[in-house]
Structure formats: structure tokens, C-alpha cells
T-cell receptor
Framework: AQRVTQPEKLLSVFKGAPVELKCNYS??????LFWYVQYSRQRLQLLLR??SRESIKGFTADLNKGETSFHLKKPFAQEEDSAMYYC??????????FGQGTELSVKP | DGGITQSPKYLFRKEGQNVTLSCEQN?????MYWYRQDPGQGLRLIYY???????QKGDIAEGYSVSREKKESFPLTVTSAQKNPTAFYLC??????????????FGEGSRLTVL
């Protein structure tokens, strides 16, 4: 079964600390993985996708097929990073399967 | 200004009533989606449409209905058969790629409360 798991509902860190939001997936085949972010009072938007291998707002995510993971990382968290983060998996029909979401809170 | 517009932003409904949520896009995208967002459950797919006059059920389609008569519009009706309709509803669109997922562009959402 195709599934995305984000084990942490809430992650709280202090400004300047490293942050890692975990994402594990279940998929038979070559996965397409994404991270979406929803800032307060803003619409959900794409943060990054594994295929582009780029860094957005200091965030990176590496696909680890052996561990079936796509964790989102940032070396130094900023207060403006506080948001809801969703990991998503593209299925063979072109749809996205979302995880449960992790709320990141960065404290001053 | 290109994008996806959902209306209304807030909607209250009495039990037993059907309500329709509007979703319009001017991005010329072929595919449109409806997701339901509940705390702790993430986004769950209700219905999706990859072409006009065609749509498919998602994971939680029971109690919902949709139509896709125009490329720009994908309204969602929450019927009285939906057991727990109070939720935040998100509409999205994308360029259709039949075998690969494309970037989804989301609306601002509609919050439905059943009284």
C-alpha cells in the first residue's frame, strides 16, 4: 500500500538550532516525493521536490531509498520557519498522497 | 492575477442540508482536486478530475459529489450523507501528467461547520 508517515505531530526548536522533520514512505517503484508548507494564514505551497535536488529557504531533503525516507532538514532554524509541513508522495496515477503533517514551532 | 479561488471561506450548515463549495482556477490546468484537511490526519483526497466531464473518487468520497463541466470549475457538494462534514476543504489544480505527479497549486480553503 502507498503510504506516507510523518511520526511527529509537533516539533519545537529554538532559533538557530538544527531541525529535521521526518518522513517515511511506502511505495513499490521509483517514488516522487515532495514537501509542502503552510504558513499561518497562507495557502499550502510547494517547498521542494526530490527530483530537483535544490535548497529552498535553507531546507534540503534527501531521498534515502534504503530507509524509504525523505527527511526535511535545515541547519539553523529561523522563527519564520514556523509552519505546518506536509510530506507527499506521487502515485502512479499522478495524484499526491499526503502525510499527517508536522507543525514546526521555532521559539526565539 | 492567476490562481485558484475558493468560496465561501466560511460556511455554516444545519444537519440534513447539502452545501456546495466553489473552486475556480485560471491557470489553464487540466487536473483539479478536492482534499479534506483535519488536524492530525493530514490531507485526504475526496475527488479528482484530470479532464473535463470526467472525475474519479479519492480515498474518502462517500457523502460527497462533484462535477466538472468546465475546465475552470470543480465544485464540491457536501451532502447530508456525509457523517462528519465539519472540516477544512482545500481545492487544488495541476498540469496533468498521467503517470507522474505534478506540482499542486492550492486555494485558500473553505471551512465548513455543521451546526
Amino acid at each position: 500500500a502507498q503510504r506516507v508517515t510523518q511520526p511527529e505531530k509537533l516539533l519545537s526548536v529554538f532559533k538557530g538550532a538544527p531541525v529535521e522533520l521526518k518522513c517515511n514512505y511506502s511505495y513499490s517503484g521509483s517514488p516522487e516525493l515532495f514537501w509542502y508548507v503552510q504558513y499561518s494564514r497562507q495557502r499550502l505551497q510547494l517547498l521542494l521536490r526530490h527530483i530537483s535536488r535544490e535548497s529552498i529557504k535553507g531546507f534540503t531533503a534527501d531521498l534515502n531509498k534504503g530507509e524509504t525516507s525523505f527527511h526535511l532538514k535545515k541547519p539553523f532554524a529561523q522563527e519564520e520557519d514556523s509552519a505546518m509541513y506536509y510530506c507527499a508522495l506521487g502515485d502512479q496515477g499522478g495524484k499526491l498522497i499526503f502525510g499527517q503533517g508536522t507543525e514546526l514551532s521555532v521559539k526565539p | 492575477d492567476g490562481g485558484i479561488t475558493q468560496s465561501p471561506k466560511y460556511l455554516f450548515r444545519k444537519e440534513g442540508q447539502n452545501v456546495t463549495l466553489s473552486c475556480e482556477q485560471n491557470l489553464n490546468h487540466d487536473a483539479m482536486y478536492w482534499y479534506r484537511q483535519d488536524p492530525g490526519q493530514g490531507l485526504r483526497l475526496i475527488y479528482y478530475s484530470q479532464i473535463v466531464n470526467d472525475f474519479q473518487k479519492g480515498d474518502i468520497a462517500e457523502g460527497y459529489s462533484v462535477s466538472r463541466e468546465k475546465k475552470e470549475s470543480f465544485p464540491l457538494t457536501v451532502t447530508s450523507a456525509q457523517k462528519n462534514p465539519t472540516a477544512f476543504y482545500l481545492c487544488a489544480s495541476s498540469i496533468v501528467r498521467l503517470t507522474k505527479a505534478g506540482e499542486l497549486f492550492f486555494g485558500e480553503g473553505s471551512r465548513l461547520t455543521v451546526l
